[in-house]
């Protein structure tokens, strides 16, 4: 039998693992980021008349460039930020995923270096390596904090063409202030005009505005977005950023032909019909999360303060313990693997309390 190793494969994918988390069937999931709430019965009855209405034209191509998907997206942006955003600086993908895979595409590649601070999302340097280009991660200060000196530290020594920055992170649930990003991308000019991209996958969950409003006057700063967490959208896989509109040419460039289906945009857009019921449920996992992060305090734990919907927390001897033991409870967090620590989404009430307890049964046990 022939072993990955066996294979042609290029030298800076050997000896690397794919990305993915557990997808155990197990009472209680809180490892993926996903939003605990089903599609609302508005959202079904739309879309399922929606994709009725297209059915029958299935059997051509969807709209290339998804102009109305755009549009809609660009109005979302603009009402929930007080920042005025067209559609001809919006794109749209399979998943923000393959929205940072087409910028690396597009501004990375062989001979090009791209900067993130871990840790981070983990699909950053994965993608990197994919389209050829160098990773370089640098490092956060001890409390996952992101020093602007630190960060325009690392700019200087590498060079880099491409800059992602989190806000929030991810695995940490930390936000950027302003001021850091605006020295990340002055210094990014400074040395080399290279592209900065904000990941803001979970900015409708943060208690700090959208760093939206810095794209003007900054063509090489790009903001991305999803539908999958705030929306409950994950299973669309709709990616999105906002940029100057010479970036979105770029990306014309080296886009699939017909990359979005109709049936993804036509999902997309019956979401952002419901954008109200929808984030409605934002707020409600804006108040669980807060209530994860008190009660793990109150257990003695260390949390860090959280702009997403999800909590790292620890810390503990051996983390990989402490998740097999809320595994053996019915419980599946993430291990990230930072030594010490653990992520676990905010789910419904119910499933929160179930996380609870269940941690403060494991916690009970080791001290005896």
Known sequence: ??????????????????????????????????NPYPAPDR????????????????????DRDAVRLRTELARYLSDTTGHVVTYEQVWAANGSNEVLQQLLQAFGGPGRVALGFEPSYSMHPIISRGTGTAWVGARRAADFTLPAEAAVAAIEEHRPDVVFLCSPNNPT?????????????????RVKPSLVVVDEAYAEFSHHPSLLPLLDGRPNLVVTRTMSKAFGAAGVRLGYLAADPAVVEALLLVR?????????????????????????????????????????????????????????????????????????????????????????????????????????????????
């Not at 001021?179 to 210094?187: G, K, P």
């Not at 989404?345 to 996380?355: C, L, Q, R």
């Open 1 to 34: 039998m022939t072993r990955l190793e066996d294979l042609p494969i290029r030298d800076e994918l050997r000896g690397k693992k794919p990305y993915g988390a557990p997808q155990l069937d197990v009472p209680v999931r809180l490892n993926t980021n996903e």
């Open 43 to 62: 959202l079904v009855q739309r879309l399922t008349a929606d994709i009725a209405a297209v059915a029958r034209d299935l059997n051509r191509y969807p």
């Open 173 to 189: 649930a930390t936000a950027l202030p302003r001021e850091t990003v605006v020295a990340v991308y002055e210094a990014a000019q």
């Open 256 to 368: 699939l032909p017909y990359h979005l289906s109709t049936v993804t945009q036509v999902t997309a857009l019956a979401a952002l019909a419901c954008r109200d019921e929808l984030l409605e449920n934002v707020e409600a996992i804006k108040r669980e999360r807060d209530r994860v992060v008190a009660e793990l305090g109150a257990m003695g734990l260390e949390v860090v303060p959280s702009d997403a919907n999800f909590v790292l927390f620890g810390r503990f001897p051996d983390q990989a313990v402490t998740w097999r033991a809320l595994l053996d409870h019915g419980v599946l967090v993430r291990d990230v693997g930072l030594p010490g620590w653990l992520r676990v989404t905010a789910g419904t009430e119910a499933e929160n309390d179930a996380f609870l307890d269940a941690l403060r049964t494991v916690l009970k046990e080791n001290r005896a």
